[in-house]
């Protein structure tokens, strides 16, 4: 059965970090690019445009502008897992988060997609708040 599973989120207070980790069970996730979404509080769907995401092995990596310095995302291909670092935290950081990847086995040579239909397989989200 394909699963991802997000783990770490939490309540931090602004300025701080944590590591989110998407770990995936019934497929290979070091053959796919890996996305990083969010959905804010109050908002009906999540964002379509991804926030971070990480090609195949260790392909390339993307950062939208508004998270560029501050989160960091790798990948663990022996642990089947990817990560999603997040320092100096702000309270529009408050969201669930979700990791998703393609269907497809996705070139190393080729740049992560940023589209959110371009990701087939998601996990259940992990709920990041930050308030002092």
Not at 17 to 45: E, H, I, M, N, Y
Not at 83 to 94: F, R, V, W
């Amino acid at each position: 059965q394909v699963q991802l599973v997000e783990s770490g989120g939490g309540l931090v207070h602004p300025g701080g970090s944590l590591r989110l980790s998407c770990a995936a069970s019934g497929f290979t996730l070091g053959d796919r690019a890996v996305g990083w979404f969010r959905q804010a509080p109050g908002r009906s769907a999540r964002e379509s445009h991804v926030l971070s995401c990480i090609s195949s092995s260790n392909g390339s990596t993307y950062y939208v502008d508004s998270v560029k310095g501050r989160f960091t995302i790798s990948r663990d291909n022996a642990k089947n897992t990817v990560y999603l670092q997040i320092n100096s935290l702000k309270p529009e950081d408050t969201a669930v988060y979700f990791c998703a990847a393609p269907r497809r086995i996705w070139s190393s040579d080729d740049d992560c997609p940023s589209a959110e239909r371009e990701y087939d397989y998601w996990g259940q989200g992990t709920q990041v708040t930050v308030s002092s």
